[in-house]
């Protein structure tokens, strides 16, 4: 569905000169990957590595400096703006902060109709339509109809989330970019917001391309994966494969360093008793 | 003697809708060379206990009902500001969540580290390993000479170059070094380290447990470790309590704690942890309710 195909994305570096520019970096060093219709595709790595250069990227909001991005088989760099937009409604990205991604000025209805009257020509719909869409939208995401005309700070974390997950559903979307969508969250909230993604990939036959740090969390809702480090892709496979039989280095540091909930297998407490 | 003993600690806090109360009777005893984590969801109470225990809680908003926090016999609670400011940054170390906010963008790191180091030298000049009653010179020698030391033990490379930085020339586990440097120069008992490792990447988490635990294996001190991580807690805490809505629920060691958790709500809340043999939609979430206004 989604192919990436040997990109590469370079920040210029300071202006040196008339025309020059010293030295850039490398955000993203030829990284090709694949996302199948109706599965889930995670992307780990650490702070700096890349993975929001990527999603900018295949949402078109960076220029590559090589390679291509196909959404089924269409080159989103070649897209007209018009073709573009339209894209936009079928691909649509839950972003990490619930707290700064809803405006604090808007009611959660007009939040979540919001998409629906951006792309009016492709979903045309009147306003009583609209009410109604959204409606269905947080009934679908777990929450009221009483919630309707409230403002996002009477809400908490894991209800804005919420929120946010049922403003990108809004335009019926086929493919859903999820940033770090549970990074700030409790891990009992978290439960709840995966277990909701879960169920409506289900319901609703999407593809996710859930962008992560928690390993736990990838491995839980993702059917493959790939881990990138310094915009380079290490390694990329089933999670099973990569998860039991990690055969990079910088995969298995990852792997180890993930904090395991059973005191037994803590590094410490191992040196202690041996 | 107790490092730490916390009795019966009852807080409210005020705001505009009303007062509510926050800690509802808080017993927590933190001895020498125990890592005490001290988990639960957002608002259930856990940094407001660790603020409470060195008196960070503006006194405008929070109302202590009832209980004492005894921090090596000295009723905490009790104490003049005056004697406060003798414990906090010197036998109580802090170390807050966020490294970017809690250090100053436009003084260098050594100024910051060089202010805390010269702080705790005032009151005890032996800290910076000066004979009581030093010169007001030597001990800004030896606080610049301690700071360094100190860099260096966290683990920054050419610690005597670095020190002329500016926070943003630090990285994020870097600055969060810089912090457990601060906190650790006063030579504190206590160390509270609030979230300490929860804004960064977990191979730097792995690399600041390893610091935390060290220190306390060479020094015998006592730590405070608020996280709603139970990973982390099952990596270096020797003990644990979990609270929920201003009340600790269970307390223990972690091995009685974790493996075989007495409270339905710990079971709860080990089950929401994605783990190798979670099947998807196996998970079980909480739904995370806050405390209401009263």
Known sequence: ?274 | MTLLDIKNLNLSMRSFEGETQILHGIDLQVERGEIWGMVGETGSGKSLTGLSVSRLIPPATGRYLAGSIAFEGRDVLKASEKEMRTLRGRKIGMIFQDPTTNLNPVFRIGTQLVDVALHAGHADPTVLGLEPGASSRDLKKAAKRVSVEMLDKVGIPKAAERIHDYPHQFSGGMKQRVLIAMAMIGKPDLLIADEPTTALDVSVQAQILKLIHDLVAERNIGVLMITHNLGVVAQICSHVAVMYRGRILESGSVMDVLKRPSHVYTQALLNSIPTAHTKRGELRGLGGVMPEVQ
Do not use: W
């Open chain 1, 1 to 274: 569905m989604l192919q990436i195909n040997n990109v590469s994305k370079i920040f210029l570096g300071q202006r040196k000169g008339l025309f020059g520019h010293t030295e850039g970096f490398k955000a993203l060093d030829d990284v090709s990957l694949r996302v199948a219709k109706g599965k889930s595709f995670g992307l780990v790595g650490e702070s700096g590595s890349g993975k929001t250069t990527l999603t900018r990227c295949i949402l078109r909001l960076e220029t590559l400096t090589s390679g291509n991005i196909l959404y089924e088989g269409a080159d989103i760099g070649k897209l007209t703006p018009t073709e573009m937009r339209r894209l936009r409604a079928r691909l649509q990205i839950v972003f990490q902060d619930p707290y700064a991604s809803l405006d604090p000025r808007m009611t959660i209805h007009d939040i979540i109709a919001e998409p629906l009257v951006i792309h009016r020509d492709i979903v045309p719909m009147t306003a009583r339509q609209r009410t109604e869409r959204v409606l269905e939208l947080l009934l679908q995401v777990g929450l009221r109809e009483e919630h309707l005309f409230r403002y996002p700070h009477e809400f908490s974390g894991g209800q804005r989330q919420r929120i946010g997950i049922a403003r990108a559903l809004a335009a019926k979307p086929e493919f859903l970019i999820l940033d770090e969508p549970t990074s700030a969250l409790d891990v009992s909230v978290q439960a709840d917001v995966l277990n909701l993604l879960h169920r409506l990939q289900e319901e609703l036959g999407l593809t996710y391309f859930f962008i992560s740090h928690d390993l736990g969390v990838i491995r839980y809702i993702c059917d493959e994966v790939a881990v990138i480090y310094r915009g380079k892709l290490v390694e990329s496979g089933p999670v099973e494969d990569i998860f039991e039989r990690p055969t990079n280095e910088y995969t298995r540091m990852l792997l180890d360093a993930m904090p395991d909930p059973d005191p037994d297998r803590s590094p410490f407490r191992q040196a202690a008793s041996a």
